[in-house]
Nanobody
């Protein structure tokens, strides 16, 4: 079992930055690839970024490429999502998720999820 807890969300003005954290407990976190997703009201959960177990590979959705950066510190059992140049359309609940082997773009392929953290970007 892996337990994930997101933090770092909040209210920020357009153009601002936030750094989300996904802290893991339980089994060896370095065995899991991690994805960040978000879900706005009335919309499907959207893949944002994924990172491999060793941080050697990352991938981003076009909507956040160049603005968001995913990273991980396996010694701290934590994955981060640095979000810059935030826009009102980035407003959503942000989730991290973990799965063995490789990260995936489809939410149902993940085995573990955090409870989410709200990000609100004002115009």
């Amino acid at each position: 079992q892996v337990q994930l807890v997101e933090s770092g969300g909040g209210l920020v003005q357009a153009g601002g930055s936030l750094r989300l954290s996904c802290a893991a407990s339980g089994r060896t976190f370095s065995s899991y690839a991690v994805g960040w997703f978000r879900q706005a009201p009335g919309k499907e959960r959207e893949f944002l970024a994924g990172i491999s177990r060793s941080s050697g590979n990352t991938n981003y959705a076009d909507s956040v490429k160049g603005r968001f950066t995913i990273s991980r510190d396996n010694a701290k059992n934590t994955v981060y999502l640095q979000m810059n140049s935030l826009k009102p359309e980035d407003t959503a609940v942000y989730y991290c998720a973990a799965k063995t082997t490789w990260y995936a773009y489809i939410p149902r392929e993940y085995d573990y999820w955090g409870q989410g953290t709200q990000v609100t970007v004002s115009s």
